[in-house]
């Protein structure tokens, strides 16, 4: 088994088996939001803007809208310069202590490889202790748009295409997705993007 990522940030996720699959591949703080329960609990929220201004936190929910509407709360609650996010990919399948799929059939955190997990931190920007410091990129809403991944006839589908080619789900905005390839440390010049030009 590789070593445990050592990350500086607190990793929010939904529940406790998130956390606990989460926990077997890094070192760190993670933080639960008892799935809706944020929307409830001011406490959680508390707890949230205490970690974002201290260490930072990365946010990994899971790839269905539920896990989008979370993040969305957490977005609207936590400041953007204190805020990273970590997407795992649309893998259909269902979690190994479940009966039954999700209602979407997306497995999410805890359903996730151990290296997947690895993976999706350090492209969001995690900061690893004793690492390499992760690269920001430098794409602008304006390369998204003459791109075609904003704001022109077919912009979603197109959007949905490097999602998929890139690992992230394809639930993504353009906002989401701007900020995605920022923190993998992408530019508009990069291959992934000659088929969209």
């Not at 070192?27 to 929307?39: K, P, R, S, Y």
């Not at 997705?177 to 000659?194: K, Q, R, S």
Request: charged share 30%; aromatic share 6%; hydrophobic share 40%.
């Amino acid at each position: 088994m590789p070593e445990k990522l050592r990350i500086r940030e607190a990793i929010v996720v939904e529940g406790r088996y998130d956390k606990n699959t989460l926990s077997q591949v890094v070192d760190a703080v993670i933080l639960e939001t008892c799935g809706f329960g944020i929307f409830s609990s001011e406490e959680t929220v508390k707890l949230l803007k205490f970690y974002a201004d201290r260490v930072g936190l990365i946010v990994l929910t899971d790839s269905d809208g539920a896990g989008f509407t979370i993040r969305n709360r957490i977005r609207g609650c936590i400041a953007a310069d204190k805020l990273k996010h970590a997407y795992i990919p649309d893998v259909y399948g269902r979690e190994r202590r479940k009966k039954t799929a999700s209602k979407e059939g997306k497995l999410g955190v805890e359903g996730m490889d151990g290296e997947v997990l690895r993976q999706c931190l350090v492209r969001a920007g995690a900061t690893v202790i004793g690492g390499e410091d992760t690269k920001r990129g430098g794409i602008s809403r304006w390369d998204m748009y003459s791109l075609g991944l904003n704001g022109k006839p077919g912009s979603a589908a197109a959007r949905a295409e490097l999602c998929r080619r890139l690992g992230l789900p394809e639930r993504l905005g353009a906002d989401a997705l701007l900020d995605a390839l920022n923190t993998m440390g992408l530019t508009a010049a990069d291959d992934i993007f000659d088929a969209y030009r």
